[in-house]
């Protein structure tokens, strides 16, 4: 990633690799950042027919799609981070245009 990329990082995910609340300084490189929010979005966006699938197919409520889809981004080999998969999940309700779950 260069200085004039743009590509503009959500401040959501920015605050995931602060170095403290309201800081402007980053504990990983910008270019870091920027790949982990890829990967991150890209989850996200994947994630939308299955979550559809499971809301249609299960017959579940869904918070409980969510917290499933939490649950599986949790575990281990996921990887992603704790507060990476807290971001898919919103970040996957917002596209859904579902409401945000409690977590």
């Known amino acids: 990633m260069n200085e004039h990329s743009q590509i503009l990082l959500p401040e959501a995910f920015l605050d995931l690799?602060?170095?403290?609340?309201?800081s402007a300084r980053l504990v990983?490189?910008?270019?870091?950042?920027?790949?982990?929010?890829?990967?991150?979005?890209?989850?996200?966006?994947?994630?939308?027919?299955?979550?559809?699938?499971l809301l249609l197919g299960a017959?579940?409520?869904e918070d409980e799609v969510l917290r499933r889809c939490l649950a599986g981004l949790r575990a281990q080999g996921a990887g992603v981070s704790e507060a990476e998969a807290v971001w898919v999940v919103r970040r996957l309700a917002?596209?859904?245009?579902?409401q945000q779950p409690e977590l």
Do not use: F
């Not at 917002?94 to 579902?98: F, G, I, R, S, Y």
């Open 17 to 22: 690799y602060r170095a403290r609340p309201g």
């Open 28 to 53: 990983l490189p910008l270019a870091e950042v920027a790949a982990r929010h890829e990967l991150c979005e890209d989850l996200a966006q994947a994630l939308t027919e299955h979550a559809r699938a």
């Open 59 to 61: 017959h579940i409520a």
């Open 94 to 98: 917002e596209l859904l245009e579902w």
